[in-house]
């Protein structure tokens, strides 16, 4: 703690005592359960931070506060029933409890949303411009609407506080319906709702006198604001300024939380959340800006992930407490790591923005590299020893699966054998890590690294494991996660065997050198097919990247493909959208690459000096083959256990003598992802 005095040190706001400065701040969990409600799911993903030493908690990101203002996609708390309250009641009673205290953000989205949901609503904002992110249409808002909401406001806030939160945080970011009022881009009234940006104010004013009639004078009340939309046409820093300056003045709320960057466009969105290709804390300076000209504590969350940051930004006095929230979807348990001293511990967020980008997909928020958030019911955060028979685990492949599963297995109290091929752990990380942009990803594998390490797994690097040596070990278990390769003999006429095309792979360990003109095939759509494009052109290559999905990186998150966009767009990359590569042939010096229309059936023709395809990956799975007759379980893992998270049948058998049972995680089954392969060995080396 002496090495952080600010993070640590205490602060009060209002009449709430925090006993640290480090925020979980408000975002879209997708866990609410049927009607927006908390359940088991939502409060033991908080209750997890409690337990970690966190000192503030702000859940519910986007929690409406009327009916026409859906949950949506994201699955948000519904603060327009009285039905929340006794849910919200046993969240604040668990996370008291670990002396955590608790608020829940509070907003109505506007024109932010879709109308083919819940109840079908006309969506309204005050000038009924279109959403583009979203595709919001919405109608004109009007008086006797603004008043209704304003009131729900005040309603709200008295549920939330009736259920015992410690505060309530009102958003006026990200374009919902209070700074739709505020910003010219989407307000273009005449009457006194519009035009001046006292009349702008009026209805951001209106919600928080509401509020505050309804909670009191010794209740939180927070407003979480943008530093500058960055939209020419838009809110800038000063008139932002000048708008928290009149906010604090009205003494209707007791803290600012500020964030940068509109979003309303893709790309401005890219930027609220900010991925690795950006930098750390890239918009604190517009939260420091706004604290100068008020005299109310100011927090910030963007892109803050480690304890050095934190407490070098509230030691300069840019800001007064800190979110830290994509650091504890990583671990839960930062806090605690840092107050005891075991900052290496700590399991540090890389902004791959995994969590935020499954959201915006409507699916339940995850961590890249932490399989145990939000399955907190079934998954461990902290592994603890086996009750059981002390066993001889041996681990094959040393990538994110392979990695977990000795850690895991290892910290059971199992005596754990790790063959890696390769010099280093890692795997496919390893490839992803050279992509411009994308190095941070590395992080992942230095944790794990620093971990098998701590807890003396036995490592075999640069060892090819063969069936005759897993054998010698005399094991009780074996784990398989040797991963895979790159999938290059799919369709013939590629040519990969006879050199026409070479794999992502090959260009971005290095074995093949970047030609001067390139076409890059990207089936999959993800990350490694625009990584390798950026690879590419970042080395002067002339780059043109075709894929047979309606868009470029199609499957890349919300968050994170416009990055890529900034990038191939500023080096003149070429984006070809729905067109299968057929073949490859040569023509004198040249390549020629012939593609075809998914729709028309057409056929063109690029003369390329390079053909690169990206087509995912078959797994490697000789070693399964070699030993599965070999095991008692036939290299079979019981689905329905598994699903279940329980353990495996024969764990608790005789395994003496050459008796072992095989298991295989990850890429070597069938390609998932990093996080996929983590939560496979999770689930099954925890009961080991």
């Not at 955060?381 to 028979?389: F, N």
């Not at 006879?498 to 050198?513: C, H, N, Q, R, T």
């Not at 052109?537 to 890529?564: H, L, N, Y």
Request: hydrophobic share 40%; net charge negative; aromatic share 6%.
């Amino acid at each position: 703690m002496a090495s952080y005095p600010h993070l640590m040190s205490p602060l009060t706001i209002n009449k709430l005592t925090l006993r640290n400065r480090v925020v979980s701040t408000a975002h879209a969990e997708v866990y609410a359960e049927a009607g927006g409600l908390p359940g088991d799911r939502y409060i033991r993903y908080y209750e997890e931070k409690a337990k970690g030493g966190l000192g503030l908690a702000i859940c519910g990101g986007s929690s409406p506060v009327s009916v026409d203002s859906p949950q949506g996609w994201w699955k948000s708390v519904n603060l327009s029933t009285d039905r929340v309250i006794d849910p919200l009641a046993r969240l604040a009673e668990t996370m008291h409890k670990h002396g955590t205290k608790i608020m829940i953000q509070a907003t109505h989205m506007g024109r932010r949303n879709a109308f083919h949901g819940e109840n079908w609503p006309h969506l309204m904002t005050p000038s009924g411009i279109r959403e583009p992110v979203h595709r919001g249409n919405a109608k004109i808002i009007e008086i006797q609407e603004i008043k209704r909401i304003i009131k729900d406001f005040g309603v709200a806030a008295k549920r939330v506080q009736d259920a015992g939160l410690d505060g309530i945080e009102i958003s006026a970011a990200h374009q919902h319906l209070i700074d739709q009022f505020w910003s010219p881009r989407s307000n273009f009234r005449s009457d006194e709702w519009g035009g001046s940006l006292a009349n702008r104010m009026r209805f951001g004013i209106e919600v928080l006198t509401s509020v505050r009639e309804a909670v009191g004078k010794d209740f939180v009340v927070g407003l979480r604001m943008c530093g500058d939309e960055f939209h020419e046409d838009g809110l800038d820093h000063e008139t932002l300024k000048e708008i928290a300056h009149a906010m604090g003045e009205t003494r209707l709320i007791d803290y600012l939380s500020v964030i940068g960057s509109g979003a309303d466009t893709h790309n401005t969105l890219a930027n609220c959340m900010p991925p690795m290709a950006l930098p750390p804390e890239p918009f604190v300076h517009l939260a420091a800006g706004i604290k100068s000209v008020v005299d109310l504590p100011v927090m910030h969350a963007q892109s803050i992930r480690d304890a050095g940051q934190a407490e070098r930004i509230l030691a300069a006095g840019m800001v007064d407490l800190v979110g830290m929230t994509r650091a504890q979807i990583a671990d839960p348990h930062m806090v605690e790591k840092i107050r005891d001293g075991r900052e290496d511990e700590i399991k540090q967020c890389v902004g791959a923005n995994y969590c935020i980008d499954r959201q915006y997909n409507g699916l339940d928020v995850l961590c890249v590299q932490n399989a145990a958030t939000s399955r907190e019911a079934t998954m461990p955060h902290i592994v603890t020893k086996s009750t059981g028979p002390k066993r001889k685990v041996v681990v094959v492949g040393g990538g994110p699966g392979g990695l977990e599963a000795a850690r895991v297995a290892r910290s059971r109290g199992h005596d754990v054998v790790l063959f890696e091929k390769s010099d280093a752990v890692g795997g496919q990380i390893n490839l992803a890590a050279k992509a411009p942009q994308r190095e941070q990803m590395a992080g992942i594998v230095r944790w794990f690294d620093m971990e098998t390490r701590r807890l003396g797994v036995d490592r075999r690097m640069g060892t090819q494991a063969t069936s005759e040596m897993i054998l010698a070990e005399q094991p009780d278990i074996v784990v398989l996660a040797t991963g895979g390769n790159s999938n290059m003999g799919q369709v013939a006429g590629w040519g990969a065997d006879d050199g026409l095309s070479v794999s992502s792979w090959d260009i971005l360990s290095g074995k093949v050198a970047p030609a001067k003109n390139v076409l890059v095939y990207d089936v999959m759509s993800a990350h490694t097919g625009s990584g390798t494009a950026d690879f590419l052109a970042t080395r002067g290559s002339q780059v043109e990247i075709v894929t047979p999905d309606v868009k470029v990186a199609d499957d890349v998150g919300g968050t994170t493909f416009p990055i890529f966009y900034r990038r191939l767009y500023a080096m003149d990359v070429v984006m070809t959208p729905n067109y299968w590569l057929d073949r490859v042939y040569r023509e004198g010096d040249k390549l020629i690459a012939v593609i075809r229309n998914e729709y028309t059936e057409a056929l063109e023709e690029r003369a390329v000096d390079q053909v690169v395809v990206e087509n995912g990956i078959l797994p490697n799975d000789g070693l399964y083959w070699d030993l599965k007759e070999k095991s008692v379980n036939y290299g079979q893992t019981d689905i329905a256990t598994l699903f279940a998270s329980q353990p495996q049948p024969g764990l608790s058998e005789d395994l003496s003598g050459d008796k072992f049972l095989l298991y295989r995680v990850g890429d070597c089954i069938s390609q998932h992802n990093i996080h996929g392969a983590i939560y496979d060995a999770l689930r099954l080396c925890k009961d080991f």
